[in-house]
Nanobody, 120 residues
Framework: QVHLVESGGGLVQAGGSLRLSCVAS????????MGWYRQAPGKQRELVAA???????DYTDSVKGRFTISRDNALNTVYLQMNSLKPEDTAVYYC??????????????WGQGTQVTVSS
């Protein structure tokens, strides 16, 4: 099985920062693109950041300039540095494949995620 374990979430004030980590096991991490998704209660899950095996990155417009995705292949870990956090960033954050089968992320195996709460 592929296991994805997210950590680093917490409660922060607006304007603050958090760094999320995701450790992947059960796969060859270095050859895979990885992404960070988030889902707020009652809202659709969205991909917010992605990184290729070679380190190229992309972001959804709402987080561009504030979030940075990175990876350490030796540690099978992907990170999300989140700066200038806003209350609307509040969500459960998950890591996973940014290119799911048939474009349907519901087909992916999800970890527990890590809660990020941003207070105003």
């Amino acid at each position: 099985q592929v296991h994805l374990v997210e950590s680093g979430g917490g409660l922060v004030q607006a304007g603050g920062s958090l760094r999320l980590s995701c450790v992947a096991s059960g796969s060859i991490f270095s050859i895979n693109a990885m992404g960070w998704y988030r889902q707020a209660p009652g809202k659709q899950r969205e991909l917010v950041a992605a990184i290729t095996s070679g380190g190229s990155t992309d972001y959804t417009d709402s987080v561009k300039g504030r979030f940075t995705i990175s990876r350490d292949n030796a540690l099978n870990t992907v990170y999300l540095q989140m700066n200038s956090l806003k209350p609307e960033d509040t969500a459960v954050y998950y890591c996973n494949d940014p290119v799911p089968p048939d474009g349907n992320s519901d087909l992916l195996r999800w970890g527990q995620g890590t809660q990020v709460t941003v207070s105003s």
